[in-house]
């Protein structure tokens, strides 16, 4: 069976689910590839494929094939493209800017749709039309081999060493942890954040504002994307992996962080993390950190993250059901 991924190759989380899963559904004896939804000359393979995973984008030109089936794959959140959609509009944007219509698009038409998440099955699933396949729920997962090996090149900065990695998406802005954070280090005078992948058409905004609370002198910014090797390094020169992401959703980074077995904190609902916050009130974040960065709170029982074997595994059951 012939199975091409779609999808942005730009480093997101979204594009590495995609390498990896067409890596490991090769290991599966399928003939998987991962194709460049902006680029035409990786489309070679998917003229002939049995099915087309869309992570990012479709070309419509690649799904004329009358027996060639479709599986989406739905990233980032509800919430993220029905906020993205509305802000596009604003800006006068369409087509490819418009993720809330991608979505219902594929939502409508694909043979079958997929989600790593239960809350975000729960919220598509009142969107099919009657009869629809249900969404199928599939476990996100990730080389935990990798991830699990590896040794510090050297301590970060700071007693207790923070890292926060979250790509500058809203629902994973560092702003809520950043506003929080001089009141946090009023008790743990030692601390340091180092907070990668600050983008730098951002910082225009984000210093000053931070500079402001008195957040910055405690805090290493960087625009800096690691690849995976220097990512599991930060994972293990640093006391604590922060990954404040909307709602308690997991996300790759959070899985990777997890896999390495460094303590992490999440906002409540991540059935990996080692700890969890409440989301909201910065307050009540920074005096939930501070008792966690204190000893003073107990680790959860953590739900073991996934290897990408499993991922394969469900996603070629689903391509066998679809296919026939």
């Not at 460049?36 to 419509?60: E, I, K, M, R, Y």
């Not at 990730?142 to 991830?147: G, I, L, N, P």
């Not at 954070?181 to 600050?198: E, K, V």
């Not at 905004?205 to 994307?225: D, E, I, N, R």
Request: aromatic share 10%; charged share 20%.
């Amino acid at each position: 069976m012939q199975i091409v991924h779609h999808s942005l190759t730009n480093g997101s989380g979204l594009h590495r689910v995609a390498e990896s899963l067409a890596k490991a559904e090769t290991a599966l004896g399928l003939d998987s590839v991962l194709a460049d939804s902006q680029n035409p000359a990786t489309w070679g393979p998917a003229v002939t494929a049995d099915v087309h995973v869309v992570h990012s984008h479709l070309p419509p030109i690649l799904t004329r094939r009358r027996d060639s089936r479709v599986v989406w794959v739905g990233h980032g959140t509800p919430e993220h493209c029905f906020q993205g959609s509305v802000e596009e509009a604003e800006r006068g944007q369409y087509g490819h800017s418009d993720p809330a219509m991608l979505a219902l698009h594929w939502l409508k038409t694909a043979d079958a749709r997929v989600t790593f998440w239960e809350r975000h099955k729960w919220i598509y699933d009142q969107m099919l039309s009657r009869g629809a396949r249900p969404v199928d729920l599939v476990p996100m997962g990730v080389d935990t081999a990798f991830w699990k090996e590896g040794t510090s090149a050297g301590a970060y900065a700071g007693s207790p060493s923070l890292l926060y990695a979250e790509n500058p998406h809203y629902i994973k802005w560092a702003y809520d942890l950043l506003t929080a954070l001089p009141t946090i280090q009023a008790r743990h005078p030692g601390l340091m954040l180092h907070s990668i992948y600050q983008v730098k058409d951002h910082h225009r905004v984000v210093m000053p504002w931070f500079h402001q609370l008195g957040a910055s002198f405690f805090t290493h910014y960087s625009a800096q994307v690691f690849d995976k090797p220097n990512l599991r390094n930060a994972f293990r020169s640093c006391d604590f992996v922060l990954g404040l992401v909307r709602y308690g959703d997991l996300n790759h980074l959070s899985l990777e962080a997890n896999a390495a077995g460094v303590k992490t904190i999440s906002y409540v609902g991540n059935p990996h993390a080692m700890y969890w916050v409440k989301e909201g009130d910065q307050r009540e974040i920074a005096r939930e950190v501070s008792a966690i960065l204190a000893g003073e709170v107990e680790p959860r029982v953590q739900v073991p993250v996934p290897n990408v074997s499993e991922t394969a595994v469900a996603m070629k059951a689903i391509y066998e059901e679809i296919a026939g």
